[in-house]
């Protein structure tokens, strides 16, 4: 049974940083690409970044690139979301998923994933 357990959210004022953390289980990473999403109250799911299962390829959504960054260590199961120079605008519920799709790449449609754990929440206030 695949798992992923996000941490690592918190309260942190405009500008400041967080690291997230994505624990899996049940599946090897290089099997499939992991995304991160987020979503605030009364928005939809969007995604934010990923990382193709070679880790050659990522993405980013145009209101996080240059700020935040994807990676993953295949040793600890674990795929990272550093966030810098972060804003209010970022304030949401963050959650990774894994896609069963078998692609060198990797995609930030939330219906290519099967798997999503339960979130951490990240808050972006002074």
């Known amino acids: 049974q695949a798992q992923l357990v996000e941490s690592g959210g918190g309260l942190v004022q405009p500008g400041g940083s967080l690291r997230l953390s994505c624990e899996v289980s049940?599946?090897?990473?290089?099997?499939?690409?992991i995304g991160w999403f987020r979503q605030a109250p009364g928005k939809e799911r969007e995604g934010v970044s990923c990382?193709?299962?070679?880790?050659?390829?990522?993405d980013y959504a145009d209101s996080v690139k240059d700020r935040f960054t994807i990676s993953k260590d295949n040793a600890k199961n674990t795929v990272y979301l550093q966030m810098n120079k972060l804003k209010p605008e970022d304030t949401a519920r963050y959650y990774c998923?894994?896609?069963?799709?078998?692609?060198?790449?990797?995609?930030?449609?939330?219906?290519?994933?099967?798997?999503w754990g339960q979130g951490t929440q990240v808050t972006v206030s002074s």
């Open positions: 998923a894994a896609s069963p799709r078998l692609i060198s790449l990797c995609v930030l449609r939330p219906d290519d994933y099967d798997y």
């Open positions: 990382v193709s299962r070679t880790d050659v390829i990522t």
């Open positions: 049940g599946f090897a990473l290089d099997y499939r690409f």
